[in-house]
């Protein structure tokens, strides 16, 4: 019986490890700013434009926590 006392604490004392090493989400490491590169111009029909849509709907649909800055050519 002390063998399975052992063997349960230490997978208890284990798994209590694991989980304090985990890092914390997404979500509470605040506003991220990404960067974006064309070789377009940023108004060029299709492709520039695309890119500029892009990036607005990555900050709408992340609301406000991904942010996007297009640089054109």
Known sequence: ???????????????????????????????????MVTTWPKNFPGLGTGAERLAERINTMSGGKLQVKVYAA
């Open 1 to 35: 019986m002390e063998r399975r006392k052992f063997l349960t604490g230490a997978a208890a004392g284990g798994a209590a490890v694991a989980a304090s090493t985990l890092s914390a989400p997404a979500i509470s490491q605040g506003v991220k700013q990404l960067k």
